[in-house]
């Protein structure tokens, strides 16, 4: 696991901005993908939709009884989630909203305001749209 993918930040926040292969939160900036949770924001290895498996989101299953929503930013593009990561987010009662990342951030933070039991998968993007 490289460097960029470790970090931790200990409490779900907004996010700020995107682009430039990162985000920017919590007055941090933070290069890679990123898992935005109920216990935290963390660096998530997926760097495109073909590295999107169930093994690549079992930190978001982790805390299924915390969530209702998951929202995953599939950087630029849109895809058709497997069926398999489906069913089993809809057996743990968590809906699947995948989109552009950029579509992705904006209802993440709307819903976070709103105080919504939600969490993103967010792969990162050059080019903020």
Known sequence: MSEEHTGRFPSQVGIDAYGNGGFRFADMSHKGSLLCLPDGMQGWEVQSIDDLTLESLR???????????????????????DPVIRQSFRDNKIIIEATQTGGAVRTY????AEERAVGAALIAVEKAR
């Open 109 to 112: 933070n709307v819903l976070l």
């Open 59 to 81: 930190p978001v299953l982790a805390q299924a009884d915390k969530l209702d929503v998951l929202l995953i930013g599939l950087g630029t593009d849109i895809a058709v989630i």
